[in-house]
């Protein structure tokens, strides 16, 4: 990562990185395509979320699952993109897009829950490692039927996936998005410990992974 003490020429490229990635986080999918499908306001229905979960709440399946594309692609191109000019550019800028993800400037720092852009840059800055955190949601999704329980479960087990399977660097970046992503749970957690959460399928689940 950039010395702190650098010169302009060390670290600017580090700031742009920085700065294209949380610019490339913060396109709120799911709120423009549902704009630009007649849906209104995704963030007046359901959870008020921008994510791809949401988005199912208003009937329209490909909807939502372009959501998701969208979200996790957004996180991979940044990581992508930036992993052209070396590993630490990776790192920054696939950070830089999720918390774009959850705070976007355009709306007033209210984004989604940055499941789908989390495993995007995991997906792209260790493949292994995304795949296997995709795999644990999935278990978990299935044998429970929580959204939000096998998202926390996946972003739990992501910094021991990346310890084993990619580097310490990567292990940072892995815990510092699930620590956001938990934070950002915060309200599905409190149901899922009152046996209050929604299960997938039934009802209008208030637990978005996006």
Same mark, same amino acid.
């Given at each position: ?9 060390? $670290? /600017?490229? @580090? ?13 709120? @999918?799911?709120?423009? +395509?549902? !704009? ?16 791809? $979960?949401?988005?199912? !709440? $208003? ?24 992993? +052209? ?20 400037? /355009? ?8 499941? *789908?852009?989390? +495993? ?6 260790? /493949? ?55 934070? !950002? ?8 410990? !009152? ?13 978005? *992974?996006?």
């Amino acid at each position: 990562m950039p010395d702190p003490l650098g010169g302009i020429d060390y $670290t /600017w490229p @580090f700031v742009a990185a920085a700065v294209l990635g949380y610019l490339l986080g913060t396109i709120p @999918f799911g709120l423009v +395509l549902t !704009r630009l499908a007649g849906l209104g306001d995704i963030r007046g229905i359901g959870s008020g979320n921008i994510g791809a $979960t949401n988005v199912l !709440r $208003t009937g329209n399946k490909g909807l939502a699952a372009l959501t998701l594309i969208l979200d996790g692609g957004k996180g991979a191109a940044a990581t992508l993109l930036a992993g +052209l000019y070396g590993p630490d550019m990776a790192v920054l800028a696939g950070g830089a897009a999720f918390l774009g993800h959850l705070f976007p400037v /355009w709306l007033r720092f209210k984004g989604g829950k940055g499941m *789908a852009t989390f +495993l995007g840059v995991m997906l792209a800055i260790a /493949w292994p490692v995304g795949l296997a955190c995709c795999l644990s949601w999935l278990v978990v999704a299935a044998l429970l039927r929580y959204s939000s329980l096998a998202a926390l479960a996946a972003t739990a087990a992501a910094p021991l996936y990346a310890w084993w399977l990619a580097d310490w660097q990567r292990m940072e970046l892995a815990a510092f998005m699930a620590v956001l992503i938990f934070i !950002r749970h915060h309200q599905n957690i409190r149901r899922l410990m !009152r046996g209050e959460e929604p299960k997938i399928g039934k009802g209008k689940s208030a637990a978005s *992974a996006g």
